[in-house]
């Protein structure tokens, strides 16, 4: 590794005078960090400037910053002689240049040029107007594929992965395993041990450079805890877990935890097991994938989530208003714009509900032309100590079309969120029966009784978030459609002048809210507060005109699709030509007789 060379690929030093890059290299030591490892924690005295000759770390600012090749560390403390202000770790196998603080410092008092020329890049990257790579997002992603149970076929879900990625991304997507590696390197290379100074220091090189030519790198080893898997782990932003229905393959957990890895962990389970609560929970995985691979659209997903192009949709909350979504899904279908991710609150978390089942527009407008035009499910009336109804026909019912399955089971994974009345604050439901859930999530206080769960009192998610984008933001995925079908401001009298206490009383039937239209504007106060927010987190929002329908107009379904349908078709029209993953603009056909 070649010092002056490395000090001089800095965005901040390479700007400084031969001569002082000169005595920084003179006075600069080589260090090395596994990947996982810390490398100092705030507060620590800033007793060294470090700079990245291959590798990357992770600084802990509110905003975490990934720092790689040629960014320099600490320069802003050893200046100012602070503290550091961050936590800083290594996210895989890191060799870095170590420059004594003092040392630093006292090389910039002799050249005073210098000094004043890395003081004002400093101020400008601050303020940011240095457009160094510290300010961007890296392209490549290196993901780990290892088997979690022994009859695991991941040597075929990485190389369908590798293909998938190539294909999506019209560049080649390198599958590296121990044979390619002594295959480029020379036998035994991939089994290089950390401690093994100059030859490990080529393999690093040798992976860093093969990502900085890549968009994603493929990793794939066979969980034993040797030399090659502990790399693999400790050099990956993302870990899949490649299950089947066999025993637990132990060898890979034990490995995980040897590497100590920072990684997130994800589950990909091949089709038929139902295992995947114990799995995720033996492993410590965060996410949960279907694949098959016998169904190529399956490991099409799969490469969309590891190329940060999935697309999510988030559906809102707003009673018969929601049957727009299903216009929405219909414009989606003719659009060709595949659904990777899908989360709702309460009847948007129904509708997202049988969407992640593989129900079509279609399918999803005939469920609920039976459930809530069809067959009222919604008169099992009590007397009001509690709630308006008993909520036990409509929950039935739910049972009945939703089926008894979980959450982590749908083949599109999905989310709904109901409000913790006992906290006061949004729980979002991953795992767990689908229909009591989604149930959950649309049991309205005041119209329905709460949900008791573990001594706390849910319902209705749209209480306090019914859109919830933010949850499908914070996955960071890829792009994000939501949907709002809520209509603040709808409770009015016009008219009256008041005060008059007792004019709704009096006012005609057409004409004045009802007691279900005021618990549900109740309900959806606080929600509205954070709606904005939630708006802002998505990469289109579509606002559904759909305001002068009541929210329990269920006579008027077909209406309110195609005012969904004809208005989803004008917003995506316009934005289809800068959605990602998109070869051409999808050739809008509108159907304005849709639904037949």
């Given at each position: 590794?070649?010092?002056?060379?490395?000090?001089?690929?800095?965005p901040?030093?390479?700007h400084?005078?031969?001569?002082?890059?000169?005595e920084?290299?003179?006075?600069a030591v080589?260090?090395s960090?596994?990947?996982g490892d810390t490398?100092?924690e705030?507060g620590d005295?800033?007793?060294?400037v470090?700079?990245?000759?291959?590798?990357?770390?992770?600084?802990?600012?509110?905003?975490?910053?990934?720092?790689?090749a040629?960014?320099?560390?600490?320069?802003v403390?050893?200046?100012?002689?602070?503290?550091?202000?961050a936590r800083?770790?290594?996210?895989?196998?890191?060799?870095?240049?170590?420059?004594d603080?003092t040392?630093?410092?006292r090389v910039?008092?002799r050249?005073?040029?210098?000094?004043?020329?890395l003081?004002q890049l400093?101020?400008?990257?601050l303020?940011?107007?240095?457009?160094?790579?510290?300010?961007?997002?890296?392209?490549?992603h290196?993901?780990?594929?290892?088997?979690?149970?022994?009859?695991?076929?991941?040597?075929a879900?990485?190389?369908?992965?590798?293909?998938?990625?190539?294909?999506?991304?019209?560049a080649?997507?390198?599958?590296?395993?121990?044979?390619?590696?002594?295959?480029?390197?020379?036998?035994?290379?991939?089994?290089?041990?950390?401690?093994?100074?100059?030859a490990?220091?080529?393999?690093?090189?040798?992976?860093?450079?093969?990502?900085?030519?890549s968009a994603?790198?493929?990793?794939?080893?066979?969980?034993?805890?040797e030399?090659?898997t502990?790399r693999?782990?400790r050099?990956?932003?993302?870990?899949l877990?490649?299950a089947?229905?066999g025993?637990?393959h132990s060898?890979?957990?034990?490995?995980?935890?040897?590497?100590?890895?920072?990684?997130?962990?994800?589950?990909?389970?091949?089709g038929?097991t139902?295992?995947?609560?114990e799995?995720?929970a033996?492993?410590?995985?965060?996410?949960?994938?279907?694949?098959d691979?016998?169904?190529?659209q399956?490991?099409?997903?799969?490469?969309r989530?590891?190329?940060g192009?999935?697309?999510?949709?988030?559906?809102?909350g707003g009673?018969?208003?929601g049957?727009a979504?299903?216009?929405?899904l219909?414009a989606?279908?003719?659009?060709?714009?595949?659904i990777?991710?899908?989360?709702g609150?309460?009847?948007?978390?129904?509708i997202?509900?049988?969407?992640?089942?593989?129900?079509?527009?279609?399918?999803i407008r005939?469920?609920?032309d039976?459930?809530?035009?069809?067959?009222?499910?919604?008169?099992?009336?009590?007397?009001?100590?509690?709630?308006?109804i008993?909520?036990r026909?409509?929950?039935?019912?739910?049972r009945q079309v939703?089926?008894?399955?979980?959450?982590?089971?749908?083949?599109?994974?999905?989310?709904?969120?109901?409000?913790?009345?006992?906290?006061?604050?949004?729980q979002?439901?991953?795992?767990?029966?689908?229909?009591s859930?989604?149930?959950?999530?649309?049991?309205?206080?005041?119209?329905a009784?709460?949900?008791?769960?573990q001594?706390?009192?849910?319902?209705?998610?749209a209480?306090?978030?019914?859109?919830?984008?933010d949850?499908?933001?914070?996955?960071?995925?890829?792009?994000?459609?939501?949907c709002d079908v809520?209509?603040?401001?709808?409770?009015?009298?016009?008219?009256?002048?008041g005060?008059?206490?007792?004019?709704?009383?009096?006012a005609?039937?057409?004409?004045?809210?009802?007691l279900s239209?005021?618990?549900?504007?109740?309900t959806?106060?606080?929600?509205d507060?954070?709606?904005?927010?939630?708006?802002r987190?998505?990469?289109?929002?579509?606002?559904?005109?759909?305001?002068?329908?009541?929210?329990?107009?269920?006579d008027?379904?077909?209406?309110t699709?195609?005012?969904?349908?004809?208005?989803?078709?004008?917003?995506l029209?316009?934005?289809?030509?800068?959605w990602?993953?998109?070869?051409?603009?999808?050739?809008f056909?509108p159907?304005?007789?849709?639904p037949?």
């Open positions: 590794m070649n010092v002056r060379t490395c000090l001089s690929a800095s901040l030093l390479g400084l005078p031969a001569a002082a890059l000169d920084l290299s003179a006075e080589s260090v960090l596994r990947g490398l100092f705030a005295p800033t007793d060294a470090y700079v990245v000759a291959v590798g990357r770390l992770r600084i802990e600012l509110a905003v975490p910053v990934d720092v790689t040629g960014d320099i560390v600490g320069e403390g050893a200046l100012t002689e602070e503290t550091r202000s800083a770790s290594a996210l895989r196998d890191t060799l870095l240049l170590k420059i603080a040392a630093f410092r910039l008092a050249h005073e040029a210098a000094h004043r020329a003081l400093v101020v400008a990257r303020r940011g107007e240095h457009s160094g790579r510290r300010s961007q997002q890296r392209s490549a290196v993901v780990a594929v290892l088997p979690l149970t022994e009859d695991a076929d991941y040597a879900v990485a190389r369908s992965l590798a293909q998938a990625l190539t294909a999506d991304l019209a080649h997507v390198p599958l590296l395993d121990r044979q390619a590696v002594d295959r480029d390197l020379g036998p035994g290379a991939a089994q290089t041990r950390f401690d093994a100074g100059d490990n220091a080529r393999l690093v090189s040798w992976l860093q450079a093969l990502e900085g030519d994603h790198v493929i990793a794939a080893a066979d969980g034993m805890p030399p090659w502990l693999v782990a050099q990956a932003d993302r870990i877990l490649v089947g229905d025993a637990l060898d890979t957990l034990q490995a995980l935890e040897t590497a100590a890895t920072p990684a997130p962990r994800e589950l990909v389970l091949g038929g139902a295992r995947a609560a799995l995720m033996r492993s410590g995985a965060r996410f949960l994938h279907h694949c691979l016998q169904r190529p399956t490991m099409r997903r799969l490469a989530q590891v190329a192009k999935a697309t999510g949709l988030v559906l809102g009673g018969a208003r049957f979504h299903i216009g929405l219909r989606l279908e003719e659009a060709r714009l595949e990777d991710m899908v989360g609150t309460s009847m948007g978390a129904f997202a509900a049988l969407h992640a089942q593989g129900a079509s527009a279609q399918d005939d469920i609920c039976d459930v809530f035009v069809q067959n009222n499910h919604l008169n099992d009336w009590v007397i009001p100590r509690v709630s308006l008993r909520g026909k409509f929950l039935n019912k739910l939703l089926g008894e399955g979980l959450i982590e089971d749908l083949p599109i994974p999905f989310y709904c969120v109901s409000t913790n009345l006992t906290r006061g604050q949004p979002v439901h991953r795992e767990g029966r689908l229909a859930w989604v149930g959950t999530s649309m049991c309205v206080p005041g119209i009784p709460p949900v008791v769960y001594g706390e009192l849910l319902a209705d998610g209480v306090v978030n019914s859109v919830p984008v949850t499908m933001h914070q996955m960071d995925r890829g792009p994000v459609i939501a809520g209509a603040p401001g709808e409770l009015s009298l016009p008219g009256i002048e005060p008059a206490p007792e004019a709704l009383l009096k005609r039937r057409s004409k004045r809210p009802q239209d005021i618990l549900m504007r109740m959806t106060m606080t929600s507060l954070r709606l904005e927010e939630n708006a987190h998505a990469d289109l929002f579509l606002r559904m005109p759909v305001h002068t329908v009541n929210m329990f107009s269920w008027a379904l077909d209406d699709i195609a005012t969904g349908y004809a208005h989803a078709c004008e917003v029209e316009s934005a289809a030509r800068e990602p993953g998109e070869a051409e603009p999808p050739d056909q159907s304005p007789n849709w037949s």
